[in-house]
């Protein structure tokens, strides 16, 4: 059967368009409960999708109820909002014989695309029983919008006529002994109404899932949906009511209100802001102070902000607040206050207030339920892991068996009239404070995907054994003969690069860097490709590491270990003896590593005058260049940064940290550095010749001015002047920034200077016009070097091939869009991929710390707030926070001066870089939040300090030899 719809068009010329739209109806679209007589053998159904398998699952044959409310055997049909407030219910195990119709599958498509894919998921799933019904196609079942009738009303009517019809074909049925009913799920007040009117049996899903006397645990998985009139009535509101969509479009239009991403103070719950993006890559940040004007914002939402009167702008400010728990308005009053005490107007930044919620960025949060003080109370807190995120209020009956879990909870909504938002508990990861739950915990928050990689990736991997062919020999040029080796830290597995070097008969030198040819295994598009562009980068944490491809490519097929034949990507230079390059040659190649070299060994092959291999000798002219390089890049401004990395020595049995250390750089990890920036530069300006709107480049932004304040007052604080107009200028006035008798002030500096820099980014260099990486001095910059652990890499590595006519193009990757789309998402995952690192290392320090006991440390004051200084311990580069106001204790005389950050305490002056002992504990009182824990020991303060733990230390552990690393 036809349906046609016929309308006419205006077209911007002023003629007019008809339109024809058919709808094809059917009479052959099974109900998907098999042992119906009804339905004519399955046909194949007009898909939803292409990803809609022709075998998909079907209804169970004999259906089992579990319900109090209906006891007989039944299917449950949900409408929309079902499915997008309740998934975490429908993915639950007891939840089975569910039909989804294509109404309701294509309104969520529509709506939210998380909540589509995994709907889909669980379609897909046969254990679930699950059937997708066609029910726009199918020609009992197809309605028309009734005129005046909404979209919603058409749609809500389409879902209980599919309902009727269901209730009505089954009881047809001859083969069913018993009658199986239909059951409409809906939390619509009106649907529900008009449903029972028409004789159908509905039930709200709380109704429903209350009834399931055998699954009490998903009564805690409701999501909790308030009534906004009902919440008006109940109580005193607290904030104000976000403005509607629509007045936020005209506000937006009128310059009323401005659109930024809300980014929250991790140290203070009343402070955060609001980047707001501007034209031509220009962002500006707005303030937001106080709970009022917060209004309800989460972490990372996008929202619409208003600007306070020029008179009501405050600087940030300098207390550190964490929110402890319920806190009463008075109290509210008084910590705002607070804040309000220390900001001056000299420093005052752009204010504003929230007025909407364009769109909500919530997803599941992990953390510890802080139970109830009443007791039988089934509603608590939840207090999430990221201190970014609101404590979330969630109903549970299993308090007392989650209060030392790790759980996973998912906010359903934030009530003008609570302080919290209301949320629901999903599930359980296991008993906090374990190394395994901590590390799910770690890579769940910063959503590093991780699970083992899908069938459907491991099937494009290459069959095994896996050997060269001759084919593959005479398609690349063949180096086995070179003297190859590769230089890495210890126990890499994933070998990306290698190098040699060796003299020429005319007295010039060949150097070349050879990379791993990753970009041969991973062909575009198929399923192992597109995991590893969603995975972006692997990510190494302290004890393991999570691959963005399969292990037989990253440790085996592709890594260039040595004595194996492998393929690489090879970049050679002809050079002359002071590191001029006179010409380039880029090729696919097949390499045999003489040598799989660690930073140390590379280096005593090189300080060893004995040893005269050709390996060693290729190390040493290496090295040679590498230093003339290096020096050419410094003269051109490129700044020489620190920041302190450390290394953890594993228990072989437990292993847990037995040792912590700051990483010592030799003079191999310079050479290797230079080598692959070389390399990285030569091809970005490669592929940006051949493709000037399509290729993957690097770029990083010179810092805002203001960025650079708090060097500027810490360096003059130690009458030390800093240049900041330019990249050169601040390298050369951080070189000069010496104090005698304060050797490691410099590195102090450096480390400042790195927090003051914005961060690399890539980008499509047909969506952008600035290239310069502003910390290399480089005008262009790309990366090659490392394809087993970036995806960055893969795709520089494909241009380059279609440069070279290696390799044939394909249609995305010359699609700026696309490639700028990509280029987003590598961004981000690579931004996660080092806080989740960030995060291993400070998880295995605490372990260290809470191992190793009470111990005094040296440390360099960072930062100096108005209630604390933070600390930096260079020994195990271990930052941590000495708080002066503590609950319970006697109020301390104490002044803060913005202007040269310090603060005076009892009389004792505190500056940036001043030199303090500390002792180092791990407070375990709050199982969520174990932290480091620094108390002052030296300079002595009564009431403040604390005894000294350990006898006093020598000098020679003050100051570890930290070396210079750079910034990329």
């Known amino acids: ?245 629509s007045k936020i479009q005209q506000g937006l239009k009128s310059n009323s209100y401005l659109q930024g991403t809300f980014r929250a103070n991790r140290d203070n719950y009343l402070e955060a802001t609001v980047w707001v993006h501007g034209e031509e890559g220009k962002s500006k940040e707005i303030l937001i102070q106080g709970l009022k004007n917060l209004n309800r914002a989460v972490h990372e939402d996008t929202v619409a902000v208003e600007l306070l009167p020029k008179e009501m702008w405050i600087a940030p400010s ?111 990861l296991g008993t906090a404070g374990s190394k395994e739950t901590e590390t799910e915990v770690l890579l769940l928050e910063h959503d590093v995907p991780h699970l083992p990689f899908s069938q459907a990736v491991l099937s494009f991997l290459p069959k095994m054994p896996w050997e060269i062919t001759e084919q593959d020999l005479k398609e690349r040029m063949d180096l086995r003969h070179l003297h190859i080796c590769s230089v890495d830290p210890p126990g890499c597995t994933d070998i990306d690069d290698a190098l040699h070097c060796r003299e020429l008969e005319n007295g010039n030198l060949e150097v070349g860097v050879h990379i791993a040819d990753v970009s041969h295994f991973i062909r575009p598009g198929n399923a192992l490709d597109q995991e590893s562009a969603n995975r972006g980068t692997t990510v190494y944490l302290c004890d393991k590491r999570i691959d963005m491809v399969p292990e037989l490519l990253s440790s085996n097929l592709c890594s260039l270990r040595s004595n194996v034949n492998r393929f690489a990507f090879s970049c050679i230079w002809e050079m002359t003896q002071n590191a001029e390059i006179l010409h380039t040659t880029f090729t696919k190649s097949v390499i045999d590593s003489k040598a799989s070299l660690t930073y140390v060994e590379a280096q005593m092959r090189m300080d060893d005058e004995n040893m005269i291999d050709e390996v060693t000798k290729g190390l040493r002219r290496l090295n040679k260049l590498a230093k003339i390089l290096k020096k050419q890049r410094i003269n051109k401004g490129a700044l020489t940064l620190s920041s302190p990395e450390v290394r953890f020595h594993m228990d072989s049995e437990t292993h847990d940290p ?87 002030l410099n590195t102090l500096l450096r480390i400042l200077t790195t927090r003051c820099m914005m961060q690399a980014v890539y980008f499509c260099s047909g969506m952008d016009t600035d290239f310069h990486h502003f910390g290399l001095a480089s005008p262009i910059y790309t990366h090659f070097t490392s394809p087993i652990r970036r995806y960055s890499d893969i795709i520089v590595h494909r241009l380059l091939a279609v440069a070279i006519d290696a390799d044939s193009t394909y249609p995305d990757i010359m699609d700026k869009h696309k490639q700028q789309a990509l ?68 109020s301390l005389k104490m002044q803060y001066n913005e202007e040269i950050p310090s603060i005076t305490v009892e009389g004792t002056l505190f500056k940036m870089f001043d030199k303090v002992t500390v002792t180092i504990t791990v407070d375990a009182s709050n199982m969520q939040h174990q932290k480091i824990r620094m108390g002052l020991v030296d300079p002595v303060i009564p009431g403040v300090s604390i005894p000294r733990s350990t006898p006093q230390q020598s000098k020679a552990n003050e100051e570890p030899n930290v070396k210079k690393a750079r910034h990329i």
Not at 824 to 843: D, T
Not at 858 to 875: E, H, T
């Open 823 to 890: 280029c987003n998402n590598l961004n981000y995952r690579h931004k996660m991929a080092q806080y989740s690192q960030r995060a291993s290392v400070a998880c295995h320090t605490q372990l260290f710390f809470k191992n190793k006991g009470i111990v005094d440390e040296i440390g360099y004051i960072l930062f100096v707030k108005k209630n604390a200084i933070v600390v930096l311990i260079p020994k195990f580069g271990l930052e941590g926070t000495v708080f002066f106001e503590e609950k319970g204790k006697q």
């Open 1 to 245: 059967m036809l349906k046609s719809k016929i309308f006419v068009k205006k077209t911007r010329s002023g003629g007019v368009l008809k339109i024809v739209r058919e709808h094809y109806l059917r009479d052959d679209i099974v109900c998907g409960w098999q042992p119906c007589e009804e339905c004519e053998a399955p046909a194949q159904d007009l898909d939803l999708d292409q990803d809609q398998a022709p075998d998909r699952a079907h209804l169970h044959d004999e259906p089992l109820s579990s319900s109090e409310l209906c006891p007989q055997p039944h299917f449950v049909l949900p409408d929309t909002n079902v499915v997008l407030h309740q998934i975490d219910i429908l993915e639950h195990p007891a939840i089975q014989n569910v039909i989804i119709l294509q109404t309701v599958l294509q309104e969520v498509r529509h709506r939210s695309a998380p909540v589509y894919k995994r709907i889909k998921d669980v379609i897909h799933n046969p254990e679930k029983h699950f059937y997708t019904f066609t029910n726009e196609h199918h020609k009992d079942t197809y309605i028309e919008q009734k005129q005046g009738e909404g979209a919603n009303d058409r749609n809500d009517r389409a879902i209980r006529v599919a309902v009727k019809w269901y209730n009505e074909h089954l009881k047809k049925s001859q083969n069913s002994n018993v009658h199986i009913q239909v059951i409409l799920m809906t939390n619509d007040r009106k649907n529900k109404e008009r449903a029972l009117e028409d004789g159908l049996t509905a039930f709200t899903c709380d109704e429903y899932i209350k009834s399931l006397a055998g699954n009490p645990e998903l009564i805690d998985r409701l999501a909790c949906i308030s009534d906004a009139t009902k919440e008006i009535e109940s109580s005193k509101l607290i904030f104000t009511e976000h403005l509607a969509l």
């Open 318 to 428: 300098a207390v550190v607040l964490q929110d402890e728990g319920q806190v009463e308005e008075d109290g509210e009053d008084e910590q705002e206050q607070l804040m309000k005490n220390v900001t001056t107007k000299n420093f005052s930044k752009p204010t504003g207030k929230v007025v909407g919620i364009i769109k909500r960025n919530w997803r599941p949060f992990c953390g510890m339920i802080s139970k109830s003080v009443i007791k039988e109370s089934t509603r608590h807190l939840f207090t999430p892991a990221d201190r970014r995120i609101p404590r979330i209020r969630i109903e549970t009956r299993q308090a007392e068996a989650l209060e030392k879990q790790r759980i996973i909870v998912v906010i359903d909504g934030w009530p003008r009239n609570s302080r919290y938002p209301n949320g629901h508990f999903v599930r359980s």
């Open 658 to 744: 037995i040792d912590l250390q700051t990483k010592e750089l030799k003079e191999t990890n310079s050479m290797v550095e230079e080598f692959m920036l070389l390399a990285n530069i030569s091809v970005a300006q490669k592929i940006y010749e051949e493709f000037s709107e399509c290729a993957l480049l690097r770029k990083h932004p010179a810092p805002p001015p203001s960025n650079y304040d708090i060097l500027v007052k810490a360096a003059s604080s130690k009458n030390l002047i800093i240049q900041t107009d330019s990249a050169k200028a601040l390298a050369e006035s951080l070189d000069k920034a010496e104090v005698p008798g304060s050797p490691y």
